[in-house]
């Protein structure tokens, strides 16, 4: 049921519906769970919920960027003359280097004490 696509451009409407759903109320959630351990308000300094959804997006996405990286390479080497819509222009080079960069960032979200319980759920999960 998740993987039924429109015709016109084989689009996965149900999971790309189904998961900004999921990531809503995960989002929701985790605000209402901050908002009651903290007991002052949704942003700002005592509730840094805004500051640590953004780390836990930044960290989803540098896995993503790694994970985009890896299946890139792979197709690469598997099926060299494979027909493809879009051509990276800067080749392996440039994979590998989005891919260093996206491997060193979830670190750099560790060295802010105030978004470094977001980056340990993200770690955790």
């Given at each position: 049921?998740?993987?039924?696509?429109?015709?016109?451009?084989?689009?996965?409407?149900?999971?790309?519906?189904?998961?900004?759903?999921f990531g809503?109320?995960?989002?929701?959630?985790?605000?209402?769970?901050?908002?009651?351990?903290?007991?002052?308000?949704?942003?700002?300094?005592?509730?840094?919920?805004?500051?640590?959804?953004?780390?836990?997006?930044?960290?989803?996405?540098?896995?993503?960027?790694?994970?985009?990286?890896?299946?890139?390479?792979?197709?690469?080497?598997?099926?060299?003359?494979?027909?493809?819509?879009?051509?990276?222009?800067?080749?392996?080079?440039?994979?590998?280097?989005?891919?260093?960069?996206?491997?060193?960032?979830?670190?750099?979200?560790?060295?802010?004490?105030?978004?470094?319980?977001?980056?340990?759920?993200?770690?955790?999960?």
């Amino acid at each position: 049921m998740v993987s039924v696509t429109l015709p016109g451009r084989q689009t996965f409407h149900v999971a790309l519906i189904d998961g900004a759903a999921f990531g809503y109320c995960v989002a929701i959630g985790y605000c209402v769970a901050l908002l009651n351990a903290f007991g002052k308000g949704w942003f700002g300094e005592e509730a840094p919920v805004g500051a640590m959804l953004l780390n836990m997006a930044a960290f989803g996405a540098m896995t993503a960027y790694v994970l985009q990286v890896i299946a890139l390479m792979r197709l690469r080497q598997r099926f060299p003359a494979i027909e493809r819509p879009c051509v990276s222009p800067l080749g392996n080079a440039g994979a590998i280097a989005v891919g260093i960069i996206a491997l060193g960032t979830p670190f750099v979200l560790f060295l802010n004490p105030g978004h470094r319980l977001g980056s340990y759920g993200c770690a955790l999960w």
